[in-house]
Protein backbone atom coordinates (compact mmCIF):
# COMPACT_ATOMS: atom_id res chain seq x y z
CA UNK A 1 0.00 0.00 0.00
CA UNK A 2 1.20 3.29 -0.95
CA UNK A 3 1.56 5.78 2.23
CA UNK A 4 1.46 9.43 2.27
CA UNK A 5 4.00 11.97 2.85
CA UNK A 6 3.20 12.90 6.62
CA UNK A 7 3.00 8.95 7.34
CA UNK A 8 6.13 8.50 10.08
CA UNK A 9 8.73 6.01 9.28
CA UNK A 10 10.31 3.98 12.37
CA UNK A 11 12.39 6.97 12.92
CA UNK A 12 9.62 8.77 14.64
CA UNK A 13 11.26 11.39 16.38
CA UNK A 14 13.68 12.66 13.74
CA UNK A 15 13.96 15.96 13.05
CA UNK A 16 12.75 15.87 9.48
CA UNK A 17 9.89 13.95 10.52
CA UNK A 18 9.04 16.30 13.30
CA UNK A 19 9.36 19.75 10.72
CA UNK A 20 7.61 17.61 8.08
CA UNK A 21 4.66 16.89 10.26
CA UNK A 22 4.27 20.40 11.71
CA UNK A 23 4.02 21.77 8.02
CA UNK A 24 0.94 18.80 7.73
CA UNK A 25 -0.51 19.92 10.83
CA UNK A 26 -1.14 24.08 9.99
CA UNK A 27 -2.12 22.44 6.61
CA UNK A 28 -4.78 20.29 7.78
CA UNK A 29 -6.28 23.32 9.50
CA UNK A 30 -5.49 25.19 6.90
CA UNK A 31 -3.40 27.78 8.80
CA UNK A 32 -1.76 29.83 5.92
CA UNK A 33 0.66 31.85 8.16
CA UNK A 34 1.68 28.94 10.34
CA UNK A 35 1.90 26.55 7.15
CA UNK A 36 4.74 28.75 5.37
CA UNK A 37 6.43 28.96 8.58
CA UNK A 38 7.06 25.43 9.18
CA UNK A 39 7.69 25.01 5.28
CA UNK A 40 10.48 27.66 5.82
CA UNK A 41 11.63 26.10 8.40
CA UNK A 42 11.87 22.38 6.64
CA UNK A 43 13.00 23.80 3.22
CA UNK A 44 16.21 25.28 5.28
CA UNK A 45 17.18 22.22 6.84
CA UNK A 46 16.19 20.02 4.32
CA UNK A 47 16.10 21.12 1.29
CA UNK A 48 16.37 18.12 -0.70
CA UNK A 49 13.10 16.58 1.06
CA UNK A 50 10.82 14.91 -1.28
CA UNK A 51 7.92 16.36 0.22
CA UNK A 52 8.51 20.56 -0.41
CA UNK A 53 7.19 20.42 -4.20
CA UNK A 54 3.46 19.27 -3.09
CA UNK A 55 3.78 21.58 0.26
CA UNK A 56 4.69 24.57 -1.43
CA UNK A 57 1.62 23.75 -4.18
CA UNK A 58 -1.01 23.33 -0.95
CA UNK A 59 0.87 26.13 1.34
CA UNK A 60 0.37 28.49 -2.06
CA UNK A 61 -3.08 27.77 -1.94
CA UNK A 62 -3.91 28.16 1.22
CA UNK A 63 -1.73 31.81 0.65
CA UNK A 64 -3.82 33.03 -2.51
CA UNK A 65 -7.44 31.95 -1.95
CA UNK A 66 -9.52 34.54 -3.03
CA UNK A 67 -13.50 35.54 -2.89
CA UNK A 68 -13.44 36.73 -5.77
CA UNK A 69 -16.14 36.10 -8.10
CA UNK A 70 -14.88 34.99 -11.70
CA UNK A 71 -16.12 37.10 -14.84
CA UNK A 72 -14.46 35.30 -17.72
CA UNK A 73 -15.04 31.25 -18.90
CA UNK A 74 -11.47 30.95 -19.58
CA UNK A 75 -10.67 32.20 -16.57
CA UNK A 76 -12.20 29.54 -14.69
CA UNK A 77 -11.48 26.88 -17.20
CA UNK A 78 -7.77 27.74 -15.62
CA UNK A 79 -8.23 27.79 -12.14
CA UNK A 80 -9.99 24.35 -12.56
CA UNK A 81 -7.14 23.25 -14.34
CA UNK A 82 -5.30 24.01 -11.41
CA UNK A 83 -7.30 22.22 -9.11
CA UNK A 84 -7.35 19.15 -10.92
CA UNK A 85 -3.73 18.89 -12.29
CA UNK A 86 -1.83 20.45 -9.31
CA UNK A 87 -3.59 20.99 -6.09
CA UNK A 88 -5.51 17.29 -5.60
CA UNK A 89 -2.55 15.53 -6.86
CA UNK A 90 -0.37 17.53 -4.29
CA UNK A 91 -3.50 16.96 -1.25
CA UNK A 92 -3.37 13.03 -2.33
CA UNK A 93 0.37 13.16 -2.01
CA UNK A 94 0.96 14.91 1.22
CA UNK A 95 -2.06 14.22 3.26
CA UNK A 96 -3.64 11.06 4.62
CA UNK A 97 -6.44 9.29 2.37
CA UNK A 98 -9.22 9.68 4.58
CA UNK A 99 -8.65 13.63 4.72
CA UNK A 100 -8.19 14.69 1.29
CA UNK A 101 -12.52 14.95 0.65
CA UNK A 102 -12.54 16.98 3.22
CA UNK A 103 -9.22 19.29 2.54
CA UNK A 104 -10.49 19.43 -1.24
CA UNK A 105 -14.19 20.33 -0.74
CA UNK A 106 -13.82 23.58 0.38
CA UNK A 107 -11.53 24.54 -2.47
CA UNK A 108 -14.21 23.80 -5.03
CA UNK A 109 -16.93 25.28 -3.10
CA UNK A 110 -15.11 28.71 -2.76
CA UNK A 111 -14.53 27.86 -7.04
CA UNK A 112 -18.66 27.39 -7.73
CA UNK A 113 -18.76 30.50 -5.72
CA UNK A 114 -16.78 32.07 -7.36
CA UNK A 115 -18.60 31.09 -10.32
CA UNK A 116 -21.71 32.08 -10.13
CA UNK A 117 -21.82 34.97 -11.89
CA UNK A 118 -20.83 33.23 -14.85
CA UNK A 119 -24.33 32.32 -17.23
CA UNK A 120 -23.87 28.90 -19.09
CA UNK A 121 -21.44 29.24 -22.09
CA UNK A 122 -21.84 26.64 -25.70
CA UNK A 123 -18.68 27.40 -25.99
CA UNK A 124 -16.92 26.83 -22.71
CA UNK A 125 -19.70 24.01 -21.49
CA UNK A 126 -17.55 23.17 -18.99
CA UNK A 127 -17.39 26.40 -17.29
CA UNK A 128 -19.97 26.76 -14.90
CA UNK A 129 -20.81 26.66 -11.38
CA UNK A 130 -23.17 23.73 -11.30
CA UNK A 131 -20.08 20.51 -12.02
CA UNK A 132 -18.07 22.52 -9.24
CA UNK A 133 -20.96 22.10 -6.87
CA UNK A 134 -20.90 18.65 -7.67
CA UNK A 135 -17.16 18.67 -6.31
CA UNK A 136 -18.26 20.26 -3.55
CA UNK A 137 -21.23 17.58 -2.84
CA UNK A 138 -23.48 20.50 -2.61
CA UNK A 139 -26.31 18.59 -4.42
CA UNK A 140 -28.90 21.25 -3.43
CA UNK A 141 -26.43 24.07 -4.99
CA UNK A 142 -25.89 22.29 -8.04
CA UNK A 143 -29.76 21.87 -9.31
CA UNK A 144 -30.18 25.25 -8.29
CA UNK A 145 -27.18 26.33 -10.47
CA UNK A 146 -28.59 24.12 -13.55
CA UNK A 147 -32.12 25.47 -13.06
CA UNK A 148 -30.84 28.92 -14.10
CA UNK A 149 -29.58 27.68 -17.55
CA UNK A 150 -32.79 27.91 -19.96
CA UNK A 151 -34.08 24.70 -21.39
CA UNK A 152 -31.12 22.59 -19.49
CA UNK A 153 -32.54 19.69 -20.31
CA UNK A 154 -31.84 20.43 -24.33
CA UNK A 155 -28.21 20.53 -23.47
CA UNK A 156 -25.90 17.44 -22.56
CA UNK A 157 -23.47 19.23 -19.87
CA UNK A 158 -26.55 20.63 -17.81
CA UNK A 159 -28.60 17.49 -18.37
CA UNK A 160 -25.45 15.43 -17.29
CA UNK A 161 -25.05 17.28 -14.21
CA UNK A 162 -28.73 17.55 -13.02
CA UNK A 163 -28.93 13.75 -13.51
CA UNK A 164 -26.16 12.93 -11.09
CA UNK A 165 -26.98 15.44 -8.35
CA UNK A 166 -30.69 13.39 -8.76
CA UNK A 167 -28.94 10.32 -8.36
CA UNK A 168 -26.47 11.81 -5.49
CA UNK A 169 -29.34 13.13 -3.63
CA UNK A 170 -32.11 11.14 -4.34
CA UNK A 171 -30.93 7.64 -5.34
CA UNK A 172 -31.05 6.01 -8.50
CA UNK A 173 -35.13 5.30 -8.76
CA UNK A 174 -35.55 8.74 -8.51
CA UNK A 175 -32.97 9.41 -11.58
CA UNK A 176 -34.05 6.91 -13.75
CA UNK A 177 -36.31 9.47 -15.91
CA UNK A 178 -33.13 12.17 -16.41
CA UNK A 179 -30.82 9.10 -17.11
CA UNK A 180 -33.26 8.31 -19.94
CA UNK A 181 -33.75 11.92 -21.75
CA UNK A 182 -29.26 11.92 -21.28
CA UNK A 183 -28.83 8.72 -23.07
CA UNK A 184 -31.51 10.13 -25.78
CA UNK A 185 -29.63 13.31 -26.10
CA UNK A 186 -26.32 12.35 -25.48
CA UNK A 187 -25.18 8.91 -25.14
CA UNK A 188 -21.44 9.48 -24.76
CA UNK A 189 -21.96 11.70 -22.04
CA UNK A 190 -24.71 9.15 -20.87
CA UNK A 191 -21.77 6.39 -20.95
CA UNK A 192 -19.30 8.72 -18.88
CA UNK A 193 -21.73 9.37 -16.18
CA UNK A 194 -22.61 6.03 -15.04
CA UNK A 195 -19.00 5.23 -15.37
CA UNK A 196 -17.76 7.81 -13.13
CA UNK A 197 -20.73 7.24 -10.74
CA UNK A 198 -19.76 3.29 -9.89
CA UNK A 199 -22.58 2.36 -8.95
CA UNK A 200 -22.62 -1.51 -8.80
CA UNK A 201 -26.27 -1.81 -10.09
CA UNK A 202 -25.91 0.71 -12.81
CA UNK A 203 -22.80 -0.98 -13.96
CA UNK A 204 -24.42 -4.56 -13.75
CA UNK A 205 -27.23 -3.14 -15.96
CA UNK A 206 -24.38 -1.69 -18.28
CA UNK A 207 -22.74 -4.73 -19.15
CA UNK A 208 -26.02 -6.74 -19.84
CA UNK A 209 -26.84 -4.48 -22.33
CA UNK A 210 -23.24 -4.48 -23.68
CA UNK A 211 -23.62 -8.37 -23.76
CA UNK A 212 -27.44 -8.04 -25.06
CA UNK A 213 -28.11 -5.41 -27.32
CA UNK A 214 -27.98 -5.97 -30.85
CA UNK A 215 -26.21 -2.74 -32.10
CA UNK A 216 -23.51 -2.09 -33.46
CA UNK A 217 -20.86 -2.09 -30.23
CA UNK A 218 -20.29 1.91 -30.72
CA UNK A 219 -21.12 4.31 -27.98
CA UNK A 220 -24.05 5.30 -29.29
CA UNK A 221 -26.22 2.34 -28.85
CA UNK A 222 -26.68 3.99 -25.82
CA UNK A 223 -29.48 6.14 -27.50
CA UNK A 224 -31.44 2.52 -27.06
CA UNK A 225 -30.56 1.67 -23.40
CA UNK A 226 -33.63 2.91 -21.72
CA UNK A 227 -35.90 1.08 -24.01
CA UNK A 228 -33.67 -2.17 -24.07
CA UNK A 229 -34.48 -1.56 -19.68
CA UNK A 230 -38.07 -1.35 -20.83
CA UNK A 231 -38.41 -5.08 -21.71
CA UNK A 232 -35.39 -6.64 -18.91
CA UNK A 233 -36.93 -4.08 -15.83
CA UNK A 234 -40.55 -3.98 -17.02
CA UNK A 235 -41.16 -2.35 -13.16
CA UNK A 236 -39.14 0.97 -14.35
CA UNK A 237 -41.91 1.52 -16.73
CA UNK A 238 -43.50 3.87 -14.54
CA UNK A 239 -40.10 5.91 -14.03
CA UNK A 240 -39.25 5.82 -17.05
CA UNK A 241 -42.59 6.91 -18.60
CA UNK A 242 -41.91 10.24 -16.54
CA UNK A 243 -39.51 11.18 -18.89
CA UNK A 244 -39.55 14.12 -22.01
CA UNK A 245 -40.40 11.88 -24.42
CA UNK A 246 -38.17 13.85 -27.53
CA UNK A 247 -39.80 12.71 -31.10
CA UNK A 248 -37.32 13.47 -33.35
CA UNK A 249 -35.34 10.64 -31.51
CA UNK A 250 -36.21 6.71 -32.63
CA UNK A 251 -35.03 5.28 -29.54
CA UNK A 252 -37.15 7.91 -26.95
CA UNK A 253 -40.15 7.01 -29.71
CA UNK A 254 -39.18 3.11 -28.87
CA UNK A 255 -39.49 3.97 -25.24
CA UNK A 256 -42.50 5.13 -25.14
CA UNK A 257 -44.01 2.75 -27.65
CA UNK A 258 -42.98 0.42 -24.69
CA UNK A 259 -44.58 1.77 -22.06
CA UNK A 260 -47.64 1.84 -23.98
CA UNK A 261 -47.22 -1.83 -25.08
CA UNK A 262 -46.94 -2.70 -21.46
CA UNK A 263 -50.54 -1.56 -20.43
CA UNK A 264 -52.04 -2.88 -23.65
CA UNK A 265 -50.93 -5.83 -22.48
CA UNK A 266 -51.59 -5.80 -19.04
CA UNK A 267 -55.62 -4.31 -20.39
CA UNK A 268 -55.33 -7.66 -22.84
CA UNK A 269 -56.12 -5.19 -26.63
CA UNK A 270 -54.59 -8.07 -28.91
CA UNK A 271 -55.62 -5.66 -31.76
CA UNK A 272 -53.67 -2.80 -30.67
CA UNK A 273 -50.69 -4.39 -29.22
CA UNK A 274 -50.52 -6.09 -33.01
CA UNK A 275 -50.30 -2.13 -33.90
CA UNK A 276 -48.12 -1.07 -31.52
CA UNK A 277 -45.33 -3.96 -31.56
CA UNK A 278 -45.70 -3.60 -35.71
CA UNK A 279 -44.64 0.55 -34.88
CA UNK A 280 -42.19 -1.03 -32.55
CA UNK A 281 -40.26 -3.43 -35.17
CA UNK A 282 -40.03 -0.82 -37.75
CA UNK A 283 -38.22 1.57 -35.02
CA UNK A 284 -35.75 -1.52 -34.51
CA UNK A 285 -35.81 -4.84 -35.14
CA UNK A 286 -33.31 -6.11 -32.84
CA UNK A 287 -34.97 -4.59 -30.03
CA UNK A 288 -38.42 -5.55 -31.24
CA UNK A 289 -36.92 -9.12 -31.31
CA UNK A 290 -35.54 -8.89 -28.00
CA UNK A 291 -39.10 -7.81 -26.29
CA UNK A 292 -40.76 -10.64 -28.71
CA UNK A 293 -37.92 -13.05 -26.63
CA UNK A 294 -39.03 -12.28 -23.17
CA UNK A 295 -42.85 -12.53 -24.13
CA UNK A 296 -42.17 -16.17 -25.86
CA UNK A 297 -40.46 -17.31 -22.84
CA UNK A 298 -43.45 -16.13 -20.78
CA UNK A 299 -46.17 -18.16 -22.35
CA UNK A 300 -43.85 -21.09 -22.37
Given at each position: MQQSMQQLDIFADSRDVVLRNDVVEHLQRRHAVDARASLTQLASEYPEDRALPAMTVLVRELENESSLPLTDH??????????????????????????????????????????????????????????????????????????TIESWWRIPSPLAWMTEARYRASGLDAAWPLFAELAWLAPSRFAALIAGLRDASLNALRRRFDADFP??????????????????????????????????????????????????EHEGDQHELMTLREELSRLHTGLFDAYMATRKVQRR
Open positions: AELAEVRRHLENHVIPAVQQVLPAKDVHAWSTPCWRSLAQRAAPLVFCGTHTESHAAPLWLRAGDCAAATNAVNGTGEIEDYVWFPAWLMIVKPALASRLGEARVQRDVPASRATALLGEILRR
